[in-house]
């Protein structure tokens, strides 16, 4: 049973169903436009013709689809229906849709969707044609899921229920797929044995299921994935966004693999690859997606471009000849010097640099205090990289090289 809440706070399942009468939509319509730094003077205007408690979830709901806009694009996010945590917490729209490509180009006819938050996932799988139950054990969550299946016109395909995931029967469905609840009061949780519901279980009941995937954080250790599970690192436009690990059939255990979207470029290796040469800084630097780097598949970018590892510790790349890739950022490397503020700013002052990107890997120096200290002026733009070449601090300084 559900605590009530203190009488001064309003019940939060009556707060969201008031959002879904036509006074709630016909507010929500209103404020999609509005700008947050006005909201005193939006709230004082609006609690003269409607309830204050309506107003105040009507502001609330509109903060929070201004922020869904990153993840699921203005037509939806304006549709959708959010809490604070679930849309911290759901699948950006590319992600799961290309994840909910996997199992339908499988043949993935039913799902059931273990710890479904407001329904990124389930979205998008019910939008690849697959019908879903969607589980979650928070009571709102659930509600709020419910209501964007209906929002979005996929209330066929979308059965939300809401319940401890321990308690479901998967034996009905084609596949499993489980996003555990990574955050706890204190913020991000990094012992996938911590995760809600850990990561042991989730397996287990991956390993029952004919197909499965579960998404975890991309910085999980690779010691704590078992030989059964294809592991994914997923980026979107350069942005590491998560892992998962696939179980079943046409999936390949022990492989891991990188997926780059939007372009869905994928590296994969099935067992760890030799250690990459190391040598001299050549004419082209190249920054390997951080999905390629998680994935630890850099020795494979090294391979690619006929190049080396500036540094065994660094997942910088160099090159004597041009190469580009989905898979990496490339740059044209005009100076290399030791590392020396002076030195840099001389430097930059003669080619009259005024707009500089500064890239670090294996340097504690911060960006924006270099980059204050530089005094920049000029008409030209460089980035610089503060790494370290065999050992020793050094800046790079180059400009990017376009994809073609
Ligand atoms: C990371 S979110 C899911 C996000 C979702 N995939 C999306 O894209 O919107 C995890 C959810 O798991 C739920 N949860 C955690 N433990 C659970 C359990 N034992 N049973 C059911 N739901 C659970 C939480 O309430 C939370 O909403």
């Given amino acids: 049973m559900n605590a009530l809440p203190p009488a001064d706070q309003p019940d939060p399942l009556a707060a969201f169903d008031a959002l879904r009468t036509p006074e709630g939509s016909a507010l929500l319509d209103e404020l999609r436009d509005h700008d947050p730094a006005q909201e005193l003077a939006t709230a004082t205007r609006l609690r003269r013709a409607h309830p204050a408690a309506l107003v105040s979830a009507a502001l609330g709901q509109a903060r929070l689809r ?5 993840k699921f694009g203005e037509a939806d996010a304006h549709r959708m229906f959010f809490t604070p945590n679930g849309v911290e917490q759901a699948t950006r729209t590319s992600v799961a849709g290309y994840r909910a490509g996997r199992f339908a180009e499988l043949g993935v006819r039913s799902v059931a969707d273990l710890c479904c938050g407001i329904g990124g996932d389930a979205i998008a799988l019910a939008r690849a044609g697959i019908p879903v139950l969607a589980v979650d054990r928070d009571p709102l969550t ?12 996929l209330q066929d395909l979308v059965e939300v229920r809401c319940a401890d995931v321990t308690g479901i029967d998967t034996a009905p469905y084609d596949a499993v797929f489980v996003d555990p609840a990574r955050r706890g009061g204190r913020g991000r949780i990094f012992d996938p044995e911590a995760y809600s519901p850990p990561l042991s279980w989730a397996t287990e009941a991956a390993l029952k ?19 059964q599970a294809e592991a994914e ?3 979107d436009g350069g942005d590491v966004k998560e892992a998962v690990l696939w179980f079943g059939k046409g999936f390949t255990p022990g492989t891991f693999r990188a997926t780059l979207l939007p372009s869905r470029t994928t590296l994969a290796s099935d067992g760890p690859l030799p250690a990459p040469p190391v040598g001299p800084v050549g004419r082209y630097l190249h920054e390997p997606d951080g999905a390629v780097i998680r994935a ?31 898979a990496t950022a490339s740059y044209e490397i005009t100076d290399q010097l030791p590392f020396n503020m002076k030195k840099l700013k001389a430097l930059l002052r003669e080619r009259q640099v005024g707009v500089l990107t500064v890239k670090k890997r294996g340097s504690a120096v911060e960006p924006e205090e270099l980059r204050r200290k530089m005094k920049l002026q000029g008409p030209h733009a460089a980035t610089v990289f503060l790494t370290r070449v065999a050992g020793a601090p050094t800046m790079l300084i180059g400009r990017p090289v376009e994809r073609p």
């Fill in 296 to 326: 630890h598949l850099v020795a494979q970018v090294v391979e690619r471009c006929g190049g080396r590892l500036i540094d065994e510790t660094i997942a910088y790349v160099t090159s004597d000849a041009p190469y580009t890739s989905a």
């Fill in 142 to 153: 659930a509600r709020v899921a419910r209501a964007n299946a209906e929002a979005l016109g």
């Fill in 209 to 227: 299921a004919p197909r499965a995937a579960l998404k975890i954080a991309p910085g999980v250790p690779h010691e704590a994935i078992g030989p």
């Fill in 66 to 70: 201004q922020r869904a806009v990153a």
């Fill in 233 to 235: 690192w997923i980026s």
